[in-house]
T-cell receptor, first 113, second 113 residues
Framework: AQSVTQPDIHITVSEGASLELRCNYS??????LFWYVQSPGQGLQLLLK??????LVQGIKGFEAEFKRSQSSFNLRKPSVHWSDAAEYFC???????????FGSGTRLQVQP | KAGVTQTPRYLIKTRGQQVTLSCSPI?????VSWYQQTPGQGLQFLFE???????NKGNFPGRFSGRQFSNSRSEMNVSTLELGDSALYLC????????????FGPGTRLTVT
């Protein structure tokens, strides 16, 4: 079955430190891949997406993600975290034939001053 | 451009009642998808509509239904509400062209008592 796994439920980093959130997918073929962020009580905001081509993709708010086919991973990174980045982050994949997103369980990011 | 709007933002209903939620997509977006978010099950795909037709459906009982109007606005209906239907219901719109990147609304928080 197709699935998306985010191994880290909760991560705490200090403001200004670097960040990496992990995401692994299990699909028959390479799906479209996305990262979304959700602040408390809000909907999901699209951070970035990967469809094909360059394996390092840039998104909004200074985020980037690297697609690694050999590891079935799509990890999200940010060089320097700001307090406003505290939120829940979701990795998602889309089977191109189905047009439905499958989400990971999310990683809650806490930022320490 | 205005984003995806959902109404109402909050609802409280009693078991056995039915509820209708509304979603207006981004202007020009013709595909609307619905997702349910709960602490236990995470984000799960409900269904997707395009040109007033349901194209995809997730693994939910028949009590969950939806429709799309000619202006692409969508409604979802849940009949005979159960306590477990308490959730954040998110609507997402897309251009209905590959790669189908989806933009989410703020959600409707449904509480069933």
């Amino acid at each position: 079955a197709q699935s998306v796994t985010q191994p880290d439920i909760h991560i705490t980093v200090s403001e200004g430190a670097s960040l990496e959130l992990r995401c692994n997918y299990s699909y028959g073929a390479t799906p479209y891949l996305f990262w979304y962020v959700q602040s408390p009580g809000q909907g999901l905001q699209l951070l970035l997406k990967y469809f094909s081509g360059d394996t390092l993709v840039q998104g909004i708010k200074g985020f980037e993600a690297e697609f690694k086919r050999s590891q079935s991973s799509f990890n999200l990174r940010k060089p320097s975290v700001h307090w406003s980045d505290a939120a829940e982050y979701f990795c998602a994949a889309m089977d191109t034939g189905r047009r439905a997103l499958t989400f990971g369980s999310g990683t809650r990011l806490q930022v320490q001053p | 451009k205005a984003g995806v709007t959902q109404t109402p933002r909050y609802l409280i209903k009693t078991r056995g009642q039915q509820v209708t939620l509304s979603c207006s997509p981004i202007s020009g977006h013709r595909s609307v998808s619905w997702y349910q978010q709960t602490p236990g099950q995470g984000l799960q795909f409900l269904f997707e509509y395009f040109s007033e037709t349901q194209r995809n459906k997730g693994n939910f009982p028949g009590r969950f239904s939806g429709r799309q109007f000619s202006n692409s606005r969508s409604e979802m209906n849940v009949s005979t509400l159960e306590l477990g239907d308490s959730a954040l219901y998110l609507c997402a719109s897309s251009l209905a062209l590959e790669p189908y990147e989806q933009y989410f609304g703020p959600g409707t928080r449904l509480t069933v008592t």
